[in-house]
């Protein structure tokens, strides 16, 4: 009964959370070509990856997720951090979350519940402290093209700084996923 895929989906509203890089985005070389991405976009952008990237390591330990995807209610950009993250994990077993034995449905059922509790207890931990880490942000400066006619040039650059996520409080919701066999033709 317990060797069973239990999903768990996990809403974030507002715009604090990013599984990509900036640069990752399609509209990335564009907004460098226009210069419209600079230290405020990349440094908003990296905060919100730090948080994600802290999100999904505390969630790997206590049981690597066998499944694990992001959806945004917002999509972002280049220079947006998207909103509205739907995180939806997935885990083989439910006795490494719960620390119990699962051997009949009202077992499982508490271990469910306990599951949530457990999973929303490291998410809001998550967000409501700060974390400092590496990461790469956008650097503007001007650069002289020609010395004898005196003609500064905008160049975009990318550093490496310590980013810190300072913490946040959203309302965090956290549901089991109940999987339903797929109807029988």
Partial sequence: MNNMFHAFSIKVPGALLDDKFFFDYSDYHAAVENLTIDDTNSKAKAVAYVRMFRLKQELSKLQVPVYLTVK???????????????IVVGFGSLENLTSTGIVDDATLNAAKVSAVALIRGIIETVLDQDHVMYSWVVSKYSRMNNPIANIEVEHIGLREEYITAPKVTPSVTVQYVALQAPAVI
């Fill in 72 to 86: 945004f209610g917002t999509a972002g950009t280049a220079l947006t951090v998207p909103s509205d993250a739907e």
